[in-house]
């Protein structure tokens, strides 16, 4: 009777599958439900949504009552201020501010809007409300750029100069002549405040107020200047073309340049990677001590780009019948595009809007047709199986299914010895299946019996284009040296490797059947190393621990 259940439990064995191959795998379009449109019946929306105090806010241009727009998460409306006397084209990203004080007052939450009939306007988010507002000068038009806030001050870009102004009540500080300008947004590095203007002329405001031209072009600046590890990026527009320009932000000496085509975009900055892009390509630079191009698709586009905090890119495409572009920057160096359909169509300029509330991801969409369309992340996530056919697993299955069938047969006729070889083999095997999970298993087992781990403090003395990016420690001899800027690596391996590389270092692996471990760094071995995620010491190997967008990686030697 023993013999026989036990090979009828053997031979149930083999109908059950001992490894799954399958793998996750999914698109935003599978990834996202529609969770509501609005319609704002007249104008354009060209300049991307916020989000603050649980409201999506929407600026609405071109129409006869340009406004400011706040909407419940379900789609409601909450509050709307409008502008009356606008001259329209309304431009100025809109700008939230948390509570604080400084030298010149007090001020609680803030947002903050710039209209082209020079007027700034302090709003309560919550309600809409007035707290203060503040005129400046209008030569044909006021405020079309993005501003920015210095400490407890925030800096607007006017038809012909920029001002300071008290976050506390509005009063003006200082104003300075420059050169007539248009979306001709201002940048805050420091003490050093620059911006451009239609005449090509790159200006450098210091906090007193005077302000020196730092350099010129044949050309019209459009957007603020971005400060990357290289230098100061200014992409120039001309008739035809266009130019990416790196400079000295001291000097504004030339020190690199890339010819681009018409009608810039606004270009974004993550980390160490920037995205240019115009009527004709979408490119991704890499900068660290220079720039180089590390990707380029054809793509047309002129506004805002977006970038997501996990590496997605999705920027409108700003043509009468278009959809969206998304792109994927994957180990900082794939760049992937597939257009998706988000429901809206035709003329576009404003980036999306990414938000989480109460555990859940949206992202807002709208254009120049006035509708906003709101998706929601859905946690679920689809899988296929995949292509790829380890055959060394495979392999070791066969074996394992054939090691089962001999077992059975084994206990059947009562040869006991040659059953008990049989079945050690096949546990061992078993064993060699599973061995890919074990360190992880284990980890989390540990992990529930372990105090709290410390965290990783951020180094003053790093830059800050490496703030929400990847960022790897290497210790020698009791020296630091940091690499950061690095984007879209998931695991310790991968970040790990991509640092080495950046510095030019050298390292050894072991490959195990538990994962892989690194046992050399740039020539130094010692007795190994070990590494800490966001202060928390690694028990598992490198490529098996998941890693998030702003993780930082110290590797120390034993």
């Known amino acids: 009777m023993f013999q026989r259940l036990m090979a009828f439990l053997l031979f149930s064995l083999m109908l059950l599958p001992l490894v799954s191959s399958d793998e996750t795998k999914s698109s935003w379009n599978q990834e996202n439900s529609q969770a509501w449109e609005y319609d704002f019946g007249a104008g354009y929306i060209s300049t991307s949504p916020i989000f603050v105090d649980e409201k999506i806010i929407v600026r609405t241009s071109g129409h006869s009552e340009p406004s400011v727009t706040a909407l419940e998460l379900d789609g409601t409306l909450a509050w709307e201020h409008s502008n009356l006397n606008s001259k329209s084209n309304d431009m100025s990203p809109l700008l939230a501010v948390e509570s604080g004080e400084g030298a010149c007052g007090v001020w609680p939450d803030l947002l903050l809007v710039g209209w082209t009939d020079g007027t700034i306007d302090a709003l309560h988010p919550s309600n809409g409300s007035v707290y203060w507002t503040a005129q400046t000068e209008v030569a044909g038009w006021g405020i079309t750029g993005a501003a920015s806030v210095s400490q407890d001050h925030v800096i607007y870009p006017t038809r012909r100069g920029i001002g300071q102004f008290c976050l506390a009540d509005g009063s003006q500080d200082w104003w300075v002549a420059t050169g007539l300008g248009w979306r001709n947004g201002v940048s805050v590095y420091g003490d050093s405040i620059y911006s451009g203007d239609e005449l090509g002329t790159l200006w450098h405001v210091h906090p007193a107020g005077n302000a020196t031209a730092l350099a010129s072009f044949q050309g019209k600046i459009r957007h603020a200047p971005l400060l990357t590890s290289a230098g100061l990026l200014v992409h120039v527009q001309s008739p035809m073309d266009s130019t990416v320009f790196i400079l000295d932000p001291e000097s504004g000496q030339q020190r690199q340049q890339f010819l681009a085509g018409p009608s810039p975009a606004v270009p974004s900055l993550q980390g160490q990677y920037a995205v240019v892009a115009d009527s004709q390509n979408l490119r991704v630079l890499k900068c660290n001590d220079t720039c180089s191009v590390e990707s380029q698709i054809p793509f047309h586009t002129n506004g805002e780009i977006g970038w997501h905090i996990d590496g997605q890119i999705i920027a409108p495409s700003n043509t009468p019948d278009s959809n969206w572009g998304s792109f994927i920057f994957e180990d900082g160096q794939n760049l992937t595009f597939e257009f998706i359909d988000v429901g809206?169509?035709?003329?576009?300029?404003?980036?999306?809007?990414?938000?989480?509330?109460?555990?859940?991801?949206?992202?807002?969409?709208?254009?120049?047709?006035?509708?906003?369309?709101?998706?929601?992340?859905?946690?679920?996530?689809?899988?296929?199986?995949?292509?790829?056919?380890?055959?060394?697993?495979q392999g070791i299955i066969f074996t394992a299914y054939v090691l089962l069938g001999s077992s059975a047969i084994f206990?059947?006729?009562?040869?006991?010895?040659?059953?008990?070889?049989?079945?050690?083999?096949?546990?061992?095997?078993?064993?060699?299946?599973?061995?890919?999970?074990?360190?992880?298993?284990?980890?989390?087992?540990?992990?529930?019996?372990?105090?709290?781990?410390?965290?990783?403090?951020?180094?003053?003395?790093?830059?800050?284009?490496?703030?929400?990016?990847?960022?790897?420690?290497?210790?020698?001899?009791?020296e630091e040296v940091a690499v950061g800027g690095l984007m879209g690596h998931d695991s310790v391996y991968a970040l790990t490797k991509a640092a080495a590389e950046e510095r030019g270092y050298s390292f050894t692996v072991e490959e195990t059947s538990i994962g892989i471990y690194i046992s050399s760094i740039n020539g130094v071995q010692g007795d190994g190393w070990e590494y800490f995620v966001d202060g928390s010491k690694g028990r598992v190997s490198v490529d098996n621990v998941d890693i998030e967008s702003t993780s930082i990686v110290r590797w120390t030697p034993v």
């Open 411 to 478: 206990i059947l006729s009562g040869n006991r010895d040659l059953f008990l070889r049989s079945s050690s083999l096949l546990t061992v095997l078993v064993l060699l299946l599973m061995a890919p999970n074990l360190s992880q298993l284990w980890s989390e087992a540990v992990d529930q019996n372990l105090p709290a781990s410390t965290t990783e403090d951020w180094n003053d003395d790093w830059p800050e284009s490496w703030l929400g990016t990847q960022i790897v420690i290497f210790e020698f001899d009791g």
């Open 344 to 393: 809206i169509y035709g003329y576009g300029t404003a980036a999306p809007l990414w938000f989480v509330s109460n555990g859940v991801n949206y992202t807002a969409f709208g254009n120049d047709q006035s509708v906003l369309h709101l998706y929601q992340l859905a946690k679920a996530e689809e899988t296929e199986r995949s292509e790829n056919f380890d055959w060394a697993t």
